[in-house]
């Protein structure tokens, strides 16, 4: 199969074809520049996959699968037979994002405006819904992994699909976990996890909380995480009665949000909602406004209610976190960026590739 790569064209010196301007990310996975493209006279993103760490496989699986899903407005652009191998590493060509990825744009501590976070997720859960139909999961949602091209938001790309996988197929466990990672992957007892959707639904909903406060929710979906384990412990009680105390860190968000959030959420795999049981929540108020006095009782009242309010809700973000806030979302975010967290495939089934937390374009 190695032979294969005799079917990329090769670049003798890839300063030939491409003038390089800046590095854009790097991490274990290789790294990403910003270039000229000579002959096409545009800018461009290459990611670069060295072939001491990368598999021919891999690299063609990543560009396929790019390729395919490129059509959709939602997704990375990536040039078709645009892509190359020079003496030591495979190269991709994908189109620039001249504002960088979403996590560079979130404000620490704060989170953006709500009206901003429903634009961006009404885009990333059309991207994810395009790949689910296509019976693709994306493994890798976080911030990292949707660029932005206009300072409004309203035009965000996912990408980065080198951990993508058909659904239903099976992958090694997580050595290490991330916060975006679901709790059967982050408990994880043997090497056979089962490639579902609702993977993605699960960091689609990390994703959600991240952008609305600037902060993860937890470290990890174990028990042994505190901010987890208030969560968990709410959602159980929830399932028994209508009223029940919120974590601290959930108290900005409103009833209607909260069943959301359950729904994404649900630390049972089988019960997770569809991508698509956002479209139902747009209408609604996310974020209590400034003068929202929470309940000295601390209940969370209205979560089973099913109502819309008008509006698109607050457009300043102003709450901040109480003293019992979760993990301060840079710090947190650069630990991640520092660690050298990996997947591994069975060996009877296709190689995974390093999981970087650093983005690609």
């Known amino acids: 199969m190695e032979s294969n790569n005799d079917l990329l064209p090769l670049l003798a010196d890839i300063n030939e074809r491409f003038r390089r301007v800046r590095e854009l990310g790097s991490g274990t996975y290789g790294r990403v520049l910003l270039a000229f493209d000579r002959d096409l006279q545009q800018r461009c993103a290459l990611k670069i996959l060295p072939k001491s760490t990368t598999k021919y496989r891999d690299f063609q ?40 990825d979403l996590f560079e744009s979130i404000p620490p501590q704060r989170g953006l405006p709500e009206k901003a976070v429903k634009t961006i997720m009404k885009q990333v859960a059309s991207a994810l819904e395009f790949m689910h139909d296509k019976g693709l999961v994306h493994r890798d949602v976080k911030p990292e992994n949707v660029m932005i091209f206009d300072a409004d938001f309203h035009k965000v790309k996912l990408i980065d699909f080198g951990m993508t996988r058909k659904c239903g197929s099976y992958v090694r466990r997580l050595i290490g976990s991330i916060p975006y990672s679901p709790p059967e992957v982050c408990n994880a007892l043997n090497n056979d996890i089962l490639v579902s959707t609702t993977m993605d639904v699960w960091a689609f909903g990390v994703l959600l909380f991240c952008c609305l406060t600037g902060n993860f929710p937890w470290e990890h979906a174990q028990e042994s995480d505190v901010y987890y384990n208030e969560y968990l412990n709410w959602h159980r009680r929830h399932q028994v009665q209508r009223r029940c105390k919120l974590p601290s860190q959930w108290y900005r968000f409103t009833g209607r949000l909260m069943r959301l959030f359950k729904k994404m959420l649900d630390p049972e795999q089988a019960n997770r909602c569809e991508i698509t049981e956002i479209g139902r929540y747009y209408d609604d108020r996310w974020i ?3 003068n929202y006095r929470r309940r000295s009782s601390n209940e969370d009242e209205g979560v089973e209610e099913d109502f819309s309010s008008s509006g698109s809700g607050v457009e300043n973000n102003t709450v901040t976190t109480s003293s019992t806030s979760n993990t301060d979302f840079e710090e947190l975010t650069q630990m991640m960026r520092n660690s050298l967290t990996t997947f591994d495939n069975l060996p009877s089934l ?11 374009t």
Do not use: K, M, W
Request: contains cysteine.
């Open 61 to 100: 699986r990543e560009y396929n699968y790019s390729l395919l899903l490129s059509p959709h407005r939602s997704i990375i652009s990536t040039y078709e037979d645009r892509c190359y191998q020079t003496t030591d590493a495979f190269v991709i060509v994908q189109e620039y994002a001249p504002l960088g």
């Open 350 to 360: 296709d190689s995974q590739q390093t999981l970087s937390s650093q983005h690609f």
């Open 288 to 290: 209590h406004d400034s």
